[in-house]
Structure formats: C-alpha cells, structure tokens
C-alpha cells in the first residue's frame, strides 16, 4: 500500500493523526515513536474525529532537526538521501556499494575477504531479522516530544541533543525567523492538510 492510502486510512485512526517537521506520522498517545500496520475488513467501523491542531509546533522546537546525524531535516521536508545512510545503515544503498565492491575486486583472494567480513555478515543479520534495513538511527523519533508517552518515559533521558552543531543552531534560527514573517516554505503548504494547524 502507498504512503497516501495508508494516510487516508490513519487520518481516521484512533484520535487522527499528524506529521511533524520531517513528516513523520505523529500520534497524540506515542508522537513518531509507532509502526504501522493495516487490516481490510467490510465492517462498518465509525470513525473518530480528525486532529485539527498540529502534534509538531515545527521550527518552534525543531529538537529533530538538531538531532539528525546526517542534517537531513529542513523547513517542513527530509532530504531522505542524507537519511537513509543513517536510517538504514544496511538498506539498498549499502547493498549496492557492497556488490559494486565485490565485483570490482581484482582477485580472489580478496573478494573472499569481502565475503568473509563484517559487512557480509551485518548484511546478512539484516536480511534475516531487519535490523539495520529498517531500523537504523531513530534520533528524530526518541528526541520528538510529542506524544504522551514522550514525558512519561524519555524526557529526563533525551533532554540533552548532543548532536546539536552551531549550524543547526543557526538554520533552526533562520527558520524560525522566516516563519515569524508569516513565510512558509512550499513544502509545508503542500503538507499543511497532514500537519494541522500550528498555535
């Protein structure tokens, strides 16, 4: 199923939903912190209500964009190719890489070294259990304080983002700067109906 039917099915989840400023879903009980899953079924099932005011407060906090290892997070968008090596360290990019190597060695001698290294064998875990092709970093999830869970359980143990650089600092300034102007970038009038409305 793609990202949009899933949305619209989500959009009438369990108290709606919203995204935040790298448009991750955002739940009011669990922020981005949930997996997905879907279920067809014909019963008639009523619908809760949609969340009209937004979960993310944006550029107001941007405790994402200062976490991200590989300053993937803009003005309401992610730059997913800066992402995916950190958010899935042993996905098609990495496996790409690995074959391109593997075919290019010149002998034997070293492909067998290719073969029997770390690489094969997290490529390997990652393909029986998951692990690293999916789940890589998860610091926009675990520093993203909305939700309920989010003060119950992490606040105390995130507080601190020691990825935070002077060049985040300043980025995150400008756009809330830019937003204090009433400018919002096309990306978050795009995505404005899954983002709600910002108090």
């Avoid at 619908?47 to 803009?74: F, K, W």
């Avoid at 003060?151 to 935070?164: A, F, M, T, Y």
């Avoid at 937003?179 to 910002?198: E, M, V």
């Amino acid at each position: 199923m793609g990202e949009g039917f899933v949305g619209a099915i989500t959009k009438r989840g369990r108290k709606g939903y919203s995204h935040d400023l790298n448009l991750m879903l955002l739940t009011p009980e669990y922020g981005p912190r949930v997996v997905l899953g879907a279920l067809l079924t014909t019963a008639v099932l009523e619908p809760d209500n949609r969340i009209d005011d937004a979960l993310c407060q944006g550029e107001a906090c941007g405790r994402c964009l200062l976490s991200c290892p590989g300053d993937a997070i803009g003005d309401w968008l992610i730059d997913l190719e800066a992402c995916r090596p950190h958010s899935s360290p042993y996905g098609y990019q990495f496996l790409q890489k690995y074959a391109t190597n593997l075919i290019d060695v010149d002998s034997p001698e070293k492909r067998w070294d290719i073969l029997r290294g770390t690489d094969t064998l997290m490529m390997w875990q990652s393909m029986l259990h998951g692990v690293g092709i999916y789940t890589g970093c998860t610091r926009c999830y675990d520093v993203c304080p909305a939700g309920e869970d989010y003060q119950r359980h992490l606040q105390e143990v995130q507080n601190e983002i020691p990825e935070s650089t002077l060049s985040k600092k300043h980025q995150l300034s400008e756009m809330r700067q830019t937003a204090s102007q009433g400018t919002r970038p096309t990306d978050f009038t795009h995505n404005l109906r899954w983002i709600g409305k910002l108090s």
